[in-house]
């Protein structure tokens, strides 16, 4: 029986160095090749451009090719530092995570977890003109519902699994 524990504690270590190990080279390429640095704040570090102007899907995808996610707010306080970090063009809307899940009948981030009502802006989300209701644009330091299908700009975020050990 003895020998069974230690065989089975072996398997277990093993399999918890293969995992995080696995975890460290993804984090250890996120980001690389990006056309210019990330910008690193109190909240995390974050891939913003303001001269690129993709629909929330081309966002994504563009954010996932380079081992990194579209921003998720985790608080009123990170919207606000990220909000921040952008220069505030002219048609300073960012794509966020935020989607419409059409299932639950709220807005998600990408982890599922809900994009709390108080983090948009007042009258917001609006579901405008019945065609809205798909994702979650910053600008201001507050949240808009709006459609997924227009132009706005890019915020990446590292993985927090990168960060927060
Ligand atoms: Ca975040
Ligand atoms: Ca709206």
Redesign the pocket.
Known sequence: MPKMKVLFSLIALLYIGITSSLAQINCNHAGQGLPHPMVELSTGKYYIDDKSFPTWNETRLFCENFGLEQVTFDSVEEMQVVWDATAGSQRANYWTSGFYDEIQGIYTWSNGKPVPLEFFTAG?????GGV?RTAVVLKNATL???RAELFYHIICELPEKCYKP
């Open positions: 917001e989300p609006n579901e405008a809205e808009y519902d709006i």
